[in-house]
């Protein structure tokens, strides 16, 4: 079973930028999807970014323009850049990888924008 590991979050001033990275514990030779989630207390967890295995991309539209979701081709292991960050991007943010039949999630990492 493959583990999913986050990196990159922290504490960040708003309009600074932090990058998220999701670490993989065995090998993924394939994927349909791969994706960013966050999460804030109380509420539904919601897709921020995702990329499929054809390269396409979607975002929120809170954070276009502001994200870029890329992937490590090497890996199949995904990645966030956030920039402009404001405070309502303040939440526990999860990678996915769907790796047909499997789908693989974090443990999450947090991100504090501070006003």
């Known amino acids: 079973q493959v583990q999913l590991v986050e990196s990159g979050g922290g504490l960040v001033q708003a309009g600074g930028s932090l990058r998220l990275s999701c670490a993989a514990s065995g090998s993924i030779s394939s994927f349909s999807f791969m994706g960013w989630y966050r999460q804030v207390s109380g509420k539904q967890r919601e897709l921020v970014a995702g990329i499929t295995s054809r390269g396409s991309t979607n975002y929120a539209d809170s954070v276009k323009g502001r994200f870029v979701v890329s992937r490590d081709n090497g890996k199949n292991t995904p990645y966030l850049e956030m920039n402009s960050l404001k405070p309502e991007d303040t939440a526990v943010y999860y990678c996915?990888?769907?790796?047909?039949?499997?789908?693989?999630w974090g443990q999450g990492t947090q991100v504090t924008v501070s006003s």
């Open positions: 996915r990888i769907v790796s047909p039949p499997n789908d693989y």
